[in-house]
């Protein structure tokens, strides 16, 4: 049997039979549904932001926040399935470097659009004072992922949910230093051996540190408690990876980690306790699900970077009329060719330069949300093999 430290996975081009199917197959180029699921969740959020940006919040139910909370978690757990895989296979120069491809050109982008575009676009229509200085203070305040500066002066001023054109970018500085940290994690060879139980050693740390910190949140502070959180569901990913050869698909598996979620939100505990019955159900959703939707054109990260603003605009225009179901709809249909346009010009020409572990380009890549096209292929590798994410992310 191999190692705990490397998931055990099919020979390229022997599908295995549906009934026979592990977790671990979930990672198998073109059998997956896993950009379809991203898109979902990059969906999933355009809904939950849709009550604070078209101020529905006494039309909408209570909670409708944790759809966003949860779809970021989903993000987290895909990304850390992938990531592990993605780290195995390559040293950890190319696979930072792929990361980096892969996540800071559509992010760069997004903000010179609304910065450049999208905001004084937005002012010169409604009348408002666009400030040139406050845009590039934006461009360069948040050029690291860490988002230092919400809004642009003189903008946004009669919506909602005002001062603020992209709420949804916080999370890739918590993906992207999951991605470090996973990375260097995974460097040593003793570690490498037996990275599933380091993981899961890790899960436990966390998860209790969660629970130690509920009750001390001006204490330790919100992005504290955010990275605790997230930083859970990217180890349960990683958990799923190390040992999903042991994991069979299995519709029965998933209702039973449906029905322990629900008894853990029955008893309000399923925040710090459901990162992995929540991941099992998160994949095998991805690999039973038939559709292929976004395994050529992953529009998951485009839809999550540009959805916020694209809302915005809809409330600033007058959308908040449509009500907040077709509101939520519409912002989605008008962010896909944005999405589209990010994929086709920015992220797939950008990830021509990823490198493979022999240091060339064009080789093995990896959302999120990250999360973010990769797909998370798991090839097969020996053991000790070169060190050799979400998603492409």
């Known amino acids: 049997m191999a190692s705990d430290s490397v998931a055990v996975t099919r020979e390229a081009g022997v599908a295995p039979r549906s009934a026979n199917r592990t977790v671990a197959d979930v990672g198998r180029p073109g059998s997956n549904a896993l950009n379809f699921m991203r898109l979902v969740l990059a969906a999933s959020v355009i809904v939950s932001h849709t009550a604070a940006i078209g101020g529905f919040q006494a039309e909408m139910p209570g909670w409708i926040g ?9 993000f987290f757990v895909l990304s850390g399935f992938l990531i592990a895989g993605s780290r195995m296979r390559l040293p950890l120069g190319p696979f930072l470097w792929n990361r980096a491809v892969r996540i800071f050109p559509g992010y760069w982008m997004a903000l010179i659009v609304v910065a450049i575009a999208v905001a004084p676009a937005s002012a010169l229509i409604s009348g408002e004072n666009y400030q040139l200085r406050s845009a590039m203070d934006y461009l360069l305040n948040n050029s690291m992922l860490l988002t230092n500066q919400w809004g642009i002066e003189g903008t946004l001023l009669t919506v909602p949910h005002p001062g603020a054109w992209n709420g949804s970018l916080w999370t890739l500085y918590y993906e992207f230093w999951a991605y470090l940290l996973a990375g260097v994690l995974l460097s040593g ?93 998160l994949l095998w959703l991805g690999g039973r699900l038939p559709t292929r939707i976004g395994s050529v054109n992953d529009l ?58 022999g240091n060339r380009h064009g080789g093995d890549g990896g959302h999120p949300a990250v999360a973010a096209h990769d797909s998370g292929v798991t090839r097969s590798v020996p053991r000790h093999d070169s060190p050799g994410p979400l998603t492409t992310v």
Do not use: K
């Open 300 to 357: 998951s990260y485009g839809t999550y970077v540009y959805a916020f603003p694209i809302q915005q605009l809809l409330a600033l225009f007058g959308g908040v009329a449509l009500g907040p179901y077709l509101f939520a709809l519409v912002a989605f249909a008008l962010t896909l060719p944005l999405a589209w346009a990010s994929w086709r010009f920015i992220e797939s020409p950008a990830m021509r330069y990823r490198m493979s572990s």
């Open 189 to 281: 060879a003793l570690i490498r051996r037996h990275a599933g139980w380091v993981s899961v050693g890790l899960l436990v740390i966390v998860t209790v540190s969660q629970v130690a910190a509920l009750g001390a949140v001006d204490s330790m502070g919100a992005s504290w408690l955010s990275a605790l959180r997230l930083g859970a569901f990217f180890l349960a990913g990683m958990v799923m990876h190390f040992f999903g050869h042991r994991a069979r698909l299995s519709w029965l598996a998933a209702v039973g980690c449906l029905v322990v979620l629900v008894i853990m939100l029955e008893f309000g505990q399923v925040n710090v306790l459901g990162h992995l019955p929540f991941a099992y159900i």
């Open 66 to 74: 944790w759809v966003a909370e949860w779809a970021v978690n989903g």
